[in-house]
């Protein structure tokens, strides 16, 4: 089973915004720090539907959370 639980702080405010079909999605960016000697992860969540409308107004920058849920990979290039 894919579940992963991760700890951190937002790095900035949740942006709610709503799909084709009007589902509400809701997007935020979780800092899981190492500590000194390894370098911050950063991940990016999303919550879908009436959870997403929810919690809104609670995610914001700097707020400590835990979050769990699946993990889905995309390779980004930069040019």
């Not at 894919?2 to 799909?19: H, K, M, P, W, Y």
């Amino acid at each position: 089973m894919n579940v992963i639980t991760v700890a951190g702080q937002l790095g900035r405010d949740s942006e709610l915004r709503s799909l084709a079909d009007g589902t509400p999605v809701l997007s935020f960016s979780v800092a899981d720090s190492q500590g000194r000697e390894k370098p911050t992860i950063w991940w990016s969540c999303g919550l879908f539907g009436k959870r997403a409308e929810a919690l809104q107004q609670y995610l914001v920058k700097g707020q400590s959370v835990t979050v769990t849920g699946s993990v889905s990979e995309r390779e980004w290039n930069l040019s």
